[in-house]
């Protein structure tokens, strides 16, 4: 089964930037769209940022748009989420999911994604 293991959260002040590595294993990443989602405790997961597997197509979520940039390096089997302009709203746990899709089709519905790591803390604040 498909392994995935954010890393790269931190703390940080308003204004500052980050980058999330979403990090696969025992798979090949070629054929799975990745998402980045977010929760704060008591509201539900919320989809930031997805890229397709082929020809990586991206969505963004209105909240990051302009400010967060998903890329993917399958020769490293890697994906990033690159956030700029950290507020104290983007304050979250950040996961990366996988959706087998070798058809390309950008799924952007949290159901379709099967597989998910453990999530990574940024917090934003002064």
């Known amino acids: 089964q498909l392994q995935l293991a954010e890393s790269g959260g931190g703390l940080l002040q308003p204004g500052g930037s980050l980058r999330l590595s979403c990090a696969a294993s025992r798979y090949t990443l070629d054929y799975y769209n990745i998402g980045w989602f977010r929760q704060v405790p008591g509201k539900e997961l919320e989809g930031v940022s997805y890229i397709s597997c082929t020809e990586c197509k991206t969505n963004y979520a209105d909240s990051v748009k302009g400010r967060f940039t998903i890329s993917r390096d399958n020769a490293k089997n890697t994906a990033y989420l690159q956030m700029y302009s950290l507020q104290p709203e983007d304050t979250a746990v950040y996961y990366c999911?996988?959706?087998?899709?070798?058809?390309?089709?950008?799924?952007?519905?949290?159901?379709?994604?099967?597989?998910w790591g453990h999530g990574t803390q940024v917090t934003v604040s002064s």
């Open positions: 999911a996988a959706d087998f899709q070798p058809a390309g089709v950008l799924h952007t519905d949290i159901d379709d994604y099967d597989y």
